[in-house]
Nanobody
Framework: EVQLVESGGGLAQPGGSLRLSCAAS????????MSWVRQAPGKGLEWVAG????????YYADSVKGRFTISRDNAKNTLYLQLNSLKTEDTAMYYC????????????RGQGTQVTVSS
């Protein structure tokens, strides 16, 4: 059974930083492209960032490019998302997903971790 458990969310000020983690189990983590997706209040799911199985290729939505960094540690079966220069519009529930680039629906994802950016 695929399990994805996110952590690291919280409250941050505009311009601040957070680091999200996702512990994966139930599948061979290094075989899969992994993504982060988010859902802001009242809006649909938005694909945010993705990383190839070996970690050598990363992709970002234009809305977060240059501010967020996705990475993974295959030895620890863990996915990360470093959030820098946070904006109020980054407020959302963030989900780790076993999903190809750009895909947000019909894929395994965790329960989410809330990120709130507010002064």
């Amino acid at each position: 059974e695929v399990q994805l458990v996110e952590s690291g969310g919280g409250l941050a000020q505009p311009g601040g930083s957070l680091r999200l983690s996702c512990a994966a189990s139930g599948f061979t983590f290094s075989y899969y492209y992994m993504s982060w997706v988010r859902q802001a209040p009242g809006k649909g799911l938005e694909w945010v960032a993705g990383i190839s199985g070996g970690g050598d290729n990363t992709y970002y939505a234009d809305s977060v490019k240059g501010r967020f960094t996705i990475s993974r540690d295959n030895a620890k079966n863990t996915l990360y998302l470093q959030l820098n220069s946070l904006k109020t519009e980054d407020t959302a529930m963030y989900y780790c997903a076993r999903a190809p680039r750009g895909v947000v629906a019909g894929v395994p994802r965790g329960q989410g971790t809330q990120v709130t950016v507010s002064s």
